[in-house]
């Protein structure tokens, strides 16, 4: 339901032309997803086999790039991009850095963040205090609710993510 959350919503054609910077492509099949609904898609992932395995489920798409960079240990050198989905490291530290990071680098990014409902993470923690500290603002929650039991066994406590700074 998060990926047909994200479709529905970038739907409307004033999204059309946007460039979209997935952190945390990992094996592209969001990556392939959203190469449906913006103009352009830059995938960055640590993982050489991950990035071997995206582009192989995105050879067919031609405005997809992925970028091999460890988000926490390099200099960001990116090309702007409107739309930032952030969904890298899954810890506390990691989604403070990445909207921090994020908010600093690009020009009035849209935020979109995943497993906020993840129980076994921090990341509904730090997705809070960036809300209380008004360097997000919610648009709209996206994905699964809360109780709904994933794939991998666990029961998601709150909804699965969410759209930010429009």
């Not at 497993?115 to 923690?125: A, F, L, Q, R, V």
Request: aromatic share 12%; glycine share 6%; hydrophobic share 35%.
């Amino acid at each position: 339901r998060f990926k047909t959350d994200i479709l529905e919503f970038f739907s409307d054609k004033k999204y059309k032309d946007l460039t979209m910077i997935e952190l945390g492509s990992c094996q592209g099949n969001s990556t392939f997803v959203y190469s449906n609904v913006f103009k352009k898609v830059y995938g960055v992932e640590l993982d050489s086999w991950n990035i071997e395995q995206a582009k192989k489920k995105c050879k067919n798409r031609d405005n997809v790039e992925f970028i091999k960079k460890d988000i926490y240990k390099e200099e960001w050198d990116f090309p702007q991009a409107d739309v930032v989905m952030i969904d890298a490291g899954h810890t506390y530290q990691h989604i403070i850095h990445d909207v921090e990071k994020a908010v600093a680098y690009f020009n009035n990014p849209i935020i979109i963040l995943d497993d906020y409902g993840n129980p076994k993470t921090d990341i509904n923690k730090a997705m809070d205090e960036l809300m209380s500290n008004q360097i997000l603002r919610l648009h709209s929650y996206i994905g699964e609710g809360d109780g709904f039991l994933t794939a991998a066994g666990w029961t998601m406590n709150n909804r699965e993510g969410g759209i930010f700074n429009i």
